[in-house]
């Protein structure tokens, strides 16, 4: 049971994916347009997730490692759809609000990124609660950016009003918002980061490259242009393509 | 013809991918920092965008909808999409050597790029024909490559700039990304 926990608290703490581990960006900015989306999205993705890895667990010793990346996309792939077809049927709001980017979590770097970084070396139990611990750390990262565009943009907290409508600064809820609010956020945690580095670290520097590296790395090592991690790119992705 | 105009315009300047739909933030972010990579992700983006269109497009078309599969797209099109990638760059580099070079690298990267499935399933969405898809993954994939060599333009010369502490790295290139963003908003009063 222990395992488990600190699979929970790694997730939601240690390695949080929108804050820490920078991944899952898309969803991150385009659906936190209120702290609800931002909350439902999340709660999504880590059905989707704990699910994901529960399954590529219980199956990792059959799959050959020469093909696991397709097959985990396809395991993937089904249970978004399963997931999609339920929002569809019982939460329908959800589905409507949300659109595009329900699918689009077949594509998220965190499910893929899980799938091959712990599920599909660990036993079921600990990968579902890394999956859960994962999908909570994204919750909040999500329902925080949400919670800070609502509040600025349109004056309430999951939809209660706390603002007067004369001062809404409506481009918050806008695209360039999103953008904004994730800089902001970052930015404070790399301050909060720096000082407990006795402000000689260099925290925010190469932070860029971090967002990405749950794929593998694949586009820092372009960035960089460097031609020896521009063959293992090259190679990792003739593994990741069916 | 005028309806492709209206497409053209619409998917890469007011609706463009990164700046308001946010496909495709991970390469927009990472693959930006110089001019000469940004263009060259940009037109691996543009072939493998137009092509993947066409084809899931035609798939869509002739075979789910026909049959009732339409829930399955979804399944569908990420793996027509990855076969797909690894079959462009296959046929790039028997048959052109010189194309290969030069986008080869990035071919491998876009599969895990979220706007070419997106523009798949924005097409079926949106209720679009073969050649409509076609040319609105074309439009979209135009919209991409302006947004993310404006945004490498705009890094090159951040460089060497004085940024606080703080805002160093990730930070600042998302500032960088709302205020464009706040630029492409203004293209909405071209409609």
Redesign the interface.
Known sequence: MGACRERLYNGVVKENPTFVLMLGMCPTLAVTSSAFNGFGMGMTTMVVLALSNLVISAVRGIIPDRVRIPAFIVIVASLVTIVQLLLQAYIPVLNDLLGIYIPLIVVNCIILGRAEAYASKNPPLPSMFDGVGMGLGFTLGLTLIGMFRELLGSGGIFGLQIIPERFHISIFVMAPGAFFVLAGLTAMLNRLKNRSNGGAGSGGQGTVCGHCGGCGNLLCSVSREEPDHLSGASDAGKGGSV | MKELIMILISAALINNVV?????????F??????IK?AAS?GAAVIFVITISSFVTSIIYQLLLEPQGLS?????VF??VI??L??FVEMFLKKFSQGLYNAL??????I????AV??VA??NV?NGYGVLTSTFNGFATAVGFTIGIVLMAGIRERIEGNDI????????????T???M??A??GFSGIQ
């Open positions: 700046l308001s739909q946010f496909l495709g933030i991970c390469p972010l990472g693959v930006s920092r110089k990579t992700m829930y399955l797209q979804t399944i990420i793996l990855a076969a990638v690894q080869g690298v990035y071919l491998p990267l599969t895990t790029n979220c499935l997106g399933l924005t969405q606080p502490k703080s805002f160093q790295g990730f930070p600042i290139v998302l500032v990304a709302g205020l963003a706040i492409f908003i």
